[in-house]
């Protein structure tokens, strides 16, 4: 019979493979970190300072798992709760509404407002070497 730390440990693996394997997302277990390590929750995602908690249970806790999420942020971190729906594979990321729309609008910006000095210079010799090719095959 499995118990309810390793139930967690195996949701944790598959929003690994998930994010990681699938979608090339960075992120990693933080080990040991229900034991007062400094790394809190169960995923890091370094790119968004994002830090998720990760709940299998027969039974659904909403809030109580939300707090638990939001406590393990420490306060300056953006939290997330994953949960699988009970006897389903379905797997759920909750995350403050605020959050999620700023997300949203990181996702409609330019990748690149203004090419930085070195895009520059890049940009700048491609365009002298398209010019060569250019007169080369005229």
Known sequence: ???TRQKG???VKEVIAILKDEN???CYETVGSGSGTRDKGDIRVPALDLVIEAKKH???SMTDWAKQSEK???GYNKTALAWQIP???DIRIDIDVRYFANLLKRAEE???KQPDREMKYELMRLVETAKRIIKRLE
Do not use: A
């Open 9 to 11: 440990r195996e949701l």
């Open 58 to 60: 027969k039974r659904v």
């Open 24 to 26: 090339g997302i960075e």
């Open 110 to 112: 330019p990748k690149m």
């Open 72 to 74: 393990e942020g420490l």
């Open 87 to 89: 006897q389903t594979s």
């Open 1 to 3: 019979m499995i118990n």
